[in-house]
């Protein structure tokens, strides 16, 4: 997205254009599912002199707004994404952390029908899928041309 994009989808969220918007939203934008120390260090590159309160300000009143999500798996820390309005799912690497968008399995919004919905108007569903990514998965161990009892 341009510098435009971003001042489009600020003004049409009635939020002012302000350089730490545009720069955390740009940061959001670039790196999936980051951590609030990175956008600010991603800011701070950009932005010198913006501080953490004005970036955690940010980040509450773009996700307030609905132009990014914070998500956060359990025993993480909060993460932020621009990909916002599909109720996508994710998996979350156990050993390292790393996380990855799922689409939904199939059907609209919000992917799941509940077995009882207690009288709430579902909208939404948040489903985390665990598990061990492809960097953190043991390479399969090759068995050797040994003949048992036997040399090579």
Known sequence: M?????????????????QPRL?????VSSHPHVDTDDVIRLVRAELASVSHQA?????????DAGLVRRI???GSTARYEARVGDNHHHVVCRTCGAI???????GQAPCLTASEDHGFTVDEAE???WGTCPACTP???????RIPGGSR
């Open 23 to 27: 720069a955390v939203l740009a940061a």
């Open 100 to 106: 990855a968008d799922v689409d939904c399995a199939v």
């Open 72 to 74: 956060q798996p359990a």
């Open 55 to 63: 970036v955690y300000d940010v980040l509450r009143a773009l996700t």
């Open 2 to 18: 341009t510098k435009a994009d971003f001042e489009t989808r600020l003004r049409g969220a009635s939020l002012r254009v302000t």
């Open 139 to 145: 390479a399969p161990t090759t068995t050797s041309n």
């Open 127 to 129: 489903v985390v899928f």
